[in-house]
Structure formats: structure tokens, C-alpha cells
T-cell receptor, first 117, second 106 residues
Framework: EAGVVQSPRYKIIEKKQPVAFWCNPISGHNTLYWYLQNLGQGPELLIRYENEEAVDDSQLPKDRFSAERLKGVDSTLKIQPAELGDSAVYLC???????????????FGEGSRLTVL | AQRVTQPEKLLSVFKGAPVELKCNYSYSGSPELFWYVQYSRQRLQLLLRHISRESIKGFTADLNKGETSFHLKKPFAQEEDSAMYYC????????FGAGTRLFVKA
């Protein structure tokens, strides 16, 4: 079974440029997460989707970050414009939940490492 | 507020020695706790969850509600155990600790 797929794996851009990350979750997983992982830190949730609905985007910096999950499958996370402090690894994860708190296992992608110069 | 604390950034032990990675949590209610592991050049993956009370790769973790802890233990560390370990509090928003890097020396 294919795992969570993310692209690109690495991206180097100059500040003020836009960047987008793509995620394809495991087939059948209705919940999708975007996490931010700074160097030396654990993953921090940016946004959680249940199917196509963003049910928790409280930690997403909406002035420059946006995300979408059209048709409840693939998802895209965008940053525009990027700042130096956005350099980090952006992780996508998925899980299969059926109502109620998602207490099950999260399946992670390999991550997209962003470097902003 | 919900919080997960892993007090050790780095833990270095010799092969065959016991290892304990500490995790404390803050949560009002019945917690769902997990340990995730990230081996070199691999993705983050689940190691074990408290609800299943299983032993994976010789690791165990016991939930202590009185001490709000979920420490990860292994009686005899192996070199292949070297990795980053993250304790996580599950729920609508899974919260991760900062991680502990375990280095097992030959």
C-alpha cells in the first residue's frame, strides 16, 4: 500500500516568493493534517481536514498561509509571500476516523523541507 | 492547556544498557498517548500506543495518571534503536513533544 506522498521533498526559494506543497494521503483516509516542524522541535499542527472541510485551522497564519483540499483527497499548502522564518519541514499526515476525536494512528509523509534565503 | 514535555533532548547509552525516555503530559481527561519514532532518513511512524498495551521492538510504555507520565522503556538497548523519539497526546489535535534523540553506542 502506498503511503502518504508529499512533493516537493526539498524547496529553496528567496524571501517574498510564493511556494506550494502538495500531499496525497493514503487511500480511504478521510482526515488530513498539515504539520510544521522547526529544527529541534516536534511537529506542530497547522490545519486539519475532515474530508474537504477544514475543521481546525486555528494555528494557520492566515495572512500568508493558505490550504485547500478539493474533493476531500489531495491537499495543497501555500505560503505567499515566504519569510525567512518559514524555513522548516512541512509534514502531511492522514488518518482514518469515523466521527468523534481521532485517536488513531497518524501516517506521515516524508515531509517537504523549505529553505527561505 | 494540553502539553507534552520531553525533558531530554539527547540520551546516549551503551548497547545492552537499559533505556528510559521520559514523557510528561498535561491534559484534563482521559489521555490517548503515543510514542512515534523517526529513524535516520525515514518518515515519522507510530511505535506504540498506550491503549493497546503492546510491546514493539522490545519497547514498552506505561501510563501513570498520578504522575501524568508515559515514559518509554527498553531493558536492553540495541544500536538500531538510535533514532528520534516523540511522545504525543492524541485527540482532535495531536500534540507532540519536542523529541528525544536516542544514541546507542556500540
Amino acid at each position: 500500500e502506498a503511503g502518504v506522498v508529499q512533493s516537493p521533498r526539498y524547496k529553496i526559494i528567496e524571501k517574498k516568493q510564493p511556494v506550494a506543497f502538495w500531499c496525497n494521503p493514503i487511500s480511504g483516509h478521510n482526515t488530513l493534517y498539515w504539520y510544521l516542524q522547526n529544527l529541534g522541535q516536534g511537529p506542530e499542527l497547522l490545519i486539519r481536514y475532515e474530508n474537504e472541510e477544514a475543521v481546525d485551522d486555528s494555528q494557520l497564519p492566515k495572512d500568508r498561509f493558505s490550504a485547500e483540499r478539493l474533493k476531500g483527497v489531495d491537499s495543497t499548502l501555500k505560503i505567499q509571500p515566504a519569510e525567512l522564518g518559514d524555513s522548516a519541514v512541512y509534514l502531511c499526515a492522514s488518518s482514518k476516523t469515523s466521527g468523534g476525536p481521532p485517536t488513531g494512528e497518524l501516517f506521515f509523509g516524508e515531509g517537504s523541507r523549505l529553505t527561505v534565503l | 492547556a494540553q502539553r507534552v514535555t520531553q525533558p531530554e533532548k539527547l540520551l546516549s547509552v551503551f548497547k545492552g544498557a537499559p533505556v528510559e525516555l521520559k514523557c510528561n503530559y498535561s491534559y484534563s481527561g482521559s489521555p490517548e498517548l503515543f510514542w512515534y519514532v523517526q529513524y535516520s532518513r525515514q518518515r515519522l511512524q507510530l511505535l506504540l500506543r498506550h491503549i493497546s498495551r503492546e510491546s514493539i521492538k522490545g519497547f514498552t510504555a506505561d501510563l501513570n495518571k498520578g504522575e501524568t507520565s508515559f515514559h518509554l522503556k527498553k531493558p536492553f538497548a540495541q544500536e538500531e534503536d538510535s533514532a528520534m523519539y516523540y511522545c504525543a497526546l492524541g485527540g482532535f489535535k495531536t500534540i507532540f513533544g519536542a523529541g528525544t534523540r536516542l544514541f546507542v553506542k556500540a
